[in-house]
Nanobody, 120 residues
Framework: QVQLVESGGGLVQAGGSLRLSCAASGSIFRVDVMAWYRQAPGKQRELVAQVRSGGSTSLADSVKVRFTISRDNAKNAVYLQMDSLIPEDTAVYYC??????????????WGQGTQVTVSS
């Protein structure tokens, strides 16, 4: 079975940095797009950043310049470097990936979430 596991969340003061990591494991034939979402209390889950298998990236307007997404295809891992953090970044961050467990099937997988808290 396939699973995604996130790590790297924590408590940081405004202006600080955190680096989130997510690794996929299990039976994997291919990993397509990988992404980071976040959900703040009382708010809808939102897409933060995406990175495609070829390395091209996109980021939400609210985190452009401050955040960087990258991936390591050999490790089936995706990372989110978060700099210049502000309290509005406080949320549970979720890793997401479209994965082919075999060459015949594909589905979206989600990590368990990692808490990021930014204090002022």
């Amino acid at each position: 079975q396939v699973q995604l596991v996130e790590s790297g969340g924590g408590l940081v003061q405004a202006g600080g940095s955190l680096r989130l990591s997510c690794a996929a494991s299990g039976s994997i034939f291919r990993v397509d797009v990988m992404a980071w979402y976040r959900q703040a209390p009382g708010k809808q889950r939102e897409l933060v950043a995406q990175v495609r298998s070829g390395g091209s990236t996109s980021l939400a307007d609210s985190v452009k310049v401050r955040f960087t997404i990258s991936r390591d295809n050999a490790k089936n891992a995706v990372y989110l470097q978060m700099d210049s953090l502000i309290p509005e970044d406080t949320a549970v961050y979720y890793c997401n990936a479209d994965i082919w467990p075999t060459r015949w099937e594909t589905r979206a997988y989600w990590g368990q979430g990692t808490q990021v808290t930014v204090s002022s």
